[in-house]
């Protein structure tokens, strides 16, 4: 009877007391504290399975709170006998192992699979497919870029290998900066003949690059290095160009100067008269032809020399010579757009843009004013002359070229005529043929 009462005198103390507990083990673990001497000996086994459970209790909170901040690794796990903790234990091991098998897949081992998890578990595997597709589509891409970049390498030698032996300059000058030349297969010293044109040579280059829109393209050219005394040509071939992975353009230069000077002579024997220099017969026909399709105005002048046979005989062919090439002089007053042909013998060919006929023909008899106060020797009995006719044409011209030139020639004969003086010099006599 007296043990009931205390019971029930200390009923609502005990309670406070394993609230109390209860509470602290919750909201306090480290201060929560029961002292089992306060309790009645009948309650204290049931204290101790309640400070156990309490433990228990704290072990989980301290490991769920550990899963919660991410700290798989340091979390620390709960005893064996503590049998309410298993599921939050069975997390934990799980997660460990995602994150070895995480640490995997970060090394490159892409055959780590997830079996539980759920939808995590499809949605990680998934990923880590995708990760194994695109290393395996970038190491293919780095395979076939080796690849590449070591043929490129390989051609690039041979490239360097093949264009040593050549007597061409060979030059690779980068697209996206022109000041940099990428390779030069030797001096260029060695290919100019004088060391003074590299400058010109070396700007020529640069500005293709920098000023050129088409630089992708191949194109060539033919370029001409100024010269006071003989300039040299080079014949520029341009070609695009991968070198070592940088987009450039590929100059071949041939000294063509020994070939330039070659076809340049043979063009001085097909339109040009070897004595005199001036344009013959076959290039006057060609420009009238051209002047007459391009419906241009112009002057066409037939000039024939007088007394070229009298002095040939009297004085010989040399004498002749010289008066031919005094003609030829004294017709270079027209200028340089002038174009003088020597049709053969003692005939030439005027052919003038920006002229009227009027003033043609005075300057003609000037030159023949002039010509006429000289003799092939100071006993000679006829002075030097020519004779000319001249045919103004412009647009409305209809006839061929063959025929105005024997228009211009009828109206030179016409003046001939016209003007025909003895060896006497009196203009009255006709006997002699100019």
């Known amino acids: 009877m007296a043990q009931d009462n205390i019971d029930r005198n200390n009923l609502g103390f005990i309670g406070n007391l394993l609230c109390e507990y209860l509470r602290d083990a919750i909201y306090k673990p480290n201060e929560a504290h029961l002292d089992q001497s306060l309790l009645p000996e009948e309650l204290r086994a049931f204290a101790s399975g309640l400070e156990y459970f309490a433990e228990c209790v704290m072990e989980i909170n301290d490991l769920a709170k550990s899963l919660a901040k991410g700290d798989v690794v340091r979390a620390k796990v709960p005893s064996r006998e503590n ?185 001085n024997y097909a339109y040009r008269d070897a004595l005199t220099g001036a344009h013959n017969r076959h290039y006057g026909m060609e420009i009238l032809g051209k002047w007459l399709y391009e419906g241009v105005s112009f002057m066409i002048c037939f000039i024939d020399i007088d007394y070229l046979k009298y002095v040939n005989d009297a004085y010989g062919h040399e004498a002749g010579d010289s008066y031919i090439l005094l003609v030829t002089d004294a017709l270079g007053a027209f200028g340089s757009d002038a174009n003088i042909c020597r049709l053969g013998g003692d005939e030439f060919m005027l052919l003038l843009k920006g002229w009227d006929q009027e003033a043609a023909e005075k300057h003609l008899e000037g030159i023949r004013n002039g010509l006429r106060r000289q003799k092939a020797s100071p006993n000679a009995i006829n002075p030097y002359s020519i004779s000319y006719g001249v045919v103004s044409v412009d647009k409305s011209n209809t006839l061929a070229p063959g025929e105005l030139l024997a228009k211009a020639d009828e109206k030179m004969y016409v003046y001939k005529r016209a003007h025909k003086i003895s060896r006497t010099g009196d203009a009255s006599k006709t006997t002699d043929k100019i």
């Open 83 to 267: 049998e309410m903790a298993s599921p939050l234990k069975s997390l934990h091991s799980s997660l460990s192992h995602l994150t070895w098998q995480t640490t995997q897949i970060a090394k490159g081992d892409y055959g780590q699979r997830v079996n539980f998890m759920g939808e995590f578990a499809d949605s990680f595997n998934a990923m880590v497919a995708q990760l194994k597709e695109r290393r395996d589509a970038l190491t293919e891409e780095i395979k076939n870029g080796e690849e590449k970049t070591k043929a490129l390498e390989q051609s690039n030698s041979l490239f360097e290998a093949v264009t040593s032996c050549l007597h061409n300059l060979i030059a690779v000058v980068d697209i996206e900066n022109s000041q940099e030349w990428l390779f030069i297969n030797h001096p260029v010293e060695q290919f100019l003949k004088r060391r003074d044109l590299m400058p010109y040579l070396f700007k020529w280059v640069t500005d293709q690059v920098g000023q050129n829109e088409d630089i992708h393209s191949e194109s060539a050219t033919e370029l001409e290095l100024p010269d006071d005394e003989k300039p040299q040509y080079i014949s520029v071939e341009r070609y695009p160009l991968r070198w070592y992975g940088r987009d450039a353009a590929v100059f071949v230069l041939t000294d063509i100067t020994l070939e330039k000077m070659r076809y340049l002579q043979l063009e």
